[in-house]
Each structure stands twice: as C-alpha cells, then as structure tokens.
C-alpha cells in the first residue's frame, strides 16, 4: 500500500518536474522573442521586459493547454503583443521613450544622430501602419522568421500573411522613401 | 523598366534590413533571472496541479479502500451484492448449506466468471459495538462487583418514579348500562 502510494507521488512529482523543466526550455528560447514583440509596440527596454515577464507568468499558469512549442510561441506572441499595447495605452503620456538601440556602434556623435534619426523615422512609420500589417512586419523582422513561420506564430493562412506583408511594405515605403533612397553614408 | 524595379527590390530589402535592425535589441541579462524569480513566487499553477492532485487523491482513496481488511462484507452481504449484480443468481433461489462456523449462502452462478465465495473466518466477526471500550468495561465491572456482592445496591438511592408522582386515583363509579326499549314495535320499519 505504502509502496503503491510512494510510486503514484513519485510519478506525480516526476510529472511536474518534467513540466517545470519543458517551461524553463520555452522561457529560455522565447524570451528574445517576447521582449522584441513587446519592445516593437514599446520601445522601452524596461517596459518592454516588463511585458514579456508579465506574458511568461501567464503562460506560466496555463502551461499545461500549451506544451507544444509551437503553440506555445504563438501564444506568447499574441499575448505579449495585446499586453504591449495594453501598457502603450496605459503610457501614452510617458514622454520619454528610449529610441536608440543596441545597433552597430556609432563612430561619431554625427554618425549617432543620423542613426537615431532614421530609427525614429523606422519607428514612425511602423506605428502608422494598422495593427494587423504591423504585427506581419515586426514578426518577419524578428529571427528571421519566413512567412509559414508568420502564419504560425499569428494562426493565419501564410496568404494572409503574405498580403498584409506586401501591403505593410509598400507602406512602409511609401513613409520612409526619402530616408531609404538617400541612405546616410558610414 | 529593369532600374525601377530594381530600386523597388533595393527599398523593400532595406526597409526589411532597417526592421531587423530596429528588433536586433536583446533582453538585459538580468531578465530571465528576474522571469524566474517572479515565476518561483507564483503560487501552484493550479492549470497543471489541480487535475493531477485530485487524481491522486482519488487513486488513494481507492488504494485505501481497497486494501483495507475492515471493508469486508459478511457473506450474507457479499451474497445480497452479488445476487443484484448477477443476472442469473436473480433467478435462482439461494441454497443454504451447513458450515460449521455459521450458514453460508452460495448461490447457484452458472456466470461463466469464476466467483470468490467469502471465507467463513470472515463471518465470524463479532458486530460492531457501539459503545465506547473505557465505558463496556466500567460497565462489565460494575456488574462483576454486583454479582461478587462487593457493591450494595440498597445504598444506591432511588429516583423518583414516574408513578410516585401522580396522585392517587378515588373509587371509580361505573353507573351500569341501562338499555331502553324503543317507542316504535320492534323489528318494524321507521
């Protein structure tokens, strides 16, 4: 009997080590991503981690519905995106906004300036765009991710994706052609 | 024709180029410790615990249940369950044989499962008594005490009785039953 229930509790904690442990793997491969997503809506390094921590601890609670990886990473991705733009909402009076990034270094003060320019520009442009193309663009531009991986991480036809990407680049281009075509020499 | 699109083609790389730029920003080092910090102070996802605590508590509950030796039925019982649980014991009447224990019920099972037949030491159980064990035994030696002459019931005062309290009844008076004959001639109709 004692044997019996010693097994079945072993069993049961074997179970949720083996969980904590498939978490910790997620946690450790999809944090980039997480604090990327959120900083694309946020630009704020602080606020952008925030959000991806908050995004885990949820995924945390309801780990057991998404074990799949890929499932999981498409999850994480859309929770973090409503949560970033939740705290962009919650913040839309913070003045200050962390615009610069971990780029190539800049050589001068000159260099830096014209360099936090066209990113601001960047940033500019990618919030005019709607929210579905945006998310499209800022996925792709993440780990390189292809359109099927797109279409996976937002549970859409790679179609769809492949539309709101051309429509989200044309955009994109149509705002920032003047920055594009007269790239600032290094 | 070819240079426009080509420029097309440049413009849409280098915004693709210029984006990745833009995400290529990694959490702080600090960030997966601070993940894990918060997460060990989170209480029991009850998402994944919950089903797999009450399973188990289920599974001991019927481990214990099982295994303990006090859910034994009686033969009789074990007899009653397996006539509602057998189809064709229903229809047969039960046939008592003689043991030396006590009787024991078989019935006749043409199931073609075999059946246990309970054991006779297990009949033999005394029924539960009810009354707690410090108190049958302040209760056995009382009565050895009185039998042994050792305790004197005359000094044990009397309670009241029910009857010493109703007051003494008079003489009743039964007037005897007078029967009248009737105005109209007997056996007529009225």
């Known amino acids: 009997m004692n044997e019996c229930t010693d097994r079945l509790a072993g069993g049961l904690i074997s179970v949720e080590d083996e969980l904590e442990r498939e978490f910790e793997a997620r946690l450790v491969e999809s944090s980039a991503l997480a604090f990327r997503v959120a900083f694309s809506v946020l630009r704020h390094r602080q606020d952008a981690e925030d959000v991806a921590q908050e995004a885990f601890v949820k995924a945390y609670r309801g780990f057991r519905q998404l074990r799949d990886r890929d499932r999981f990473r498409a999850w994480l991705v859309r929770m973090t995106w409503r949560l970033a733009i939740d705290r962009q909402r919650a913040n839309r009076r913070r003045m200050v906004r962390e615009l610069g990034h971990a780029g190539p270094p800049a050589t001068s003060t000159v260099d830096a300036l014209v360099e936090q320019e066209r990113t601001t520009q960047l940033w500019q442009a990618i919030d005019a765009l709607p929210e579905k193309l945006r998310i499209v663009s800022v996925l792709a531009g993440i780990e390189g991710h292809d359109l099927r991986q797109v279409a996976a991480l937002l549970g859409l036809p790679e179609g769809t994706v492949k539309s709101r990407l051309f429509l989200a680049r044309r955009r994109l281009k149509e705002l920032l052609q003047w920055t594009i075509t007269d790239p600032p020499t290094r | ?190």
């Open chain 2, 1 to 190: 024709m070819d240079d426009h699109r080509s420029a097309d083609a440049l413009t849409e790389s280098a915004i693709d180029r210029e984006i990745e730029a833009a995400l290529a920003i990694d959490p702080s080092p600090e960030f997966l410790a601070r993940v894990r910090t918060r997460l060990s102070s989170e209480p029991a996802p009850s998402g994944w615990r919950l089903p797999w605590v009450f399973a188990a508590a289920g599974a001991i509950v019927i481990a214990v249940i099982l295994a303990m030796p006090g859910t034994n039925r009686s033969p009789r019982q074990n007899d009653v369950a397996n006539t509602q649980n057998s189809g064709t014991a229903r229809a047969t009447p039960p046939i008592a044989t003689r043991d030396s224990a006590q009787d024991i019920v078989v019935t006749q099972d043409f199931s073609p499962a075999p059946r246990k037949l309970s054991r006779p030491s297990m009949a033999v159980k005394e029924p539960e008594v009810l009354i707690a064990a410090d108190e049958a035994r302040a209760w056995r030696r009382l009565f050895e005490l009185v039998g042994q002459g050792r305790i004197d019931l005359s000094l044990v005062p009397e309670g009241p009785s029910a009857t010493a309290a109703l007051q003494p009844l008079g003489d009743l008076t039964i007037p005897p039953i007078v029967f009248e004959p009737t105005t109209a001639g007997e056996g007529e109709r009225q």
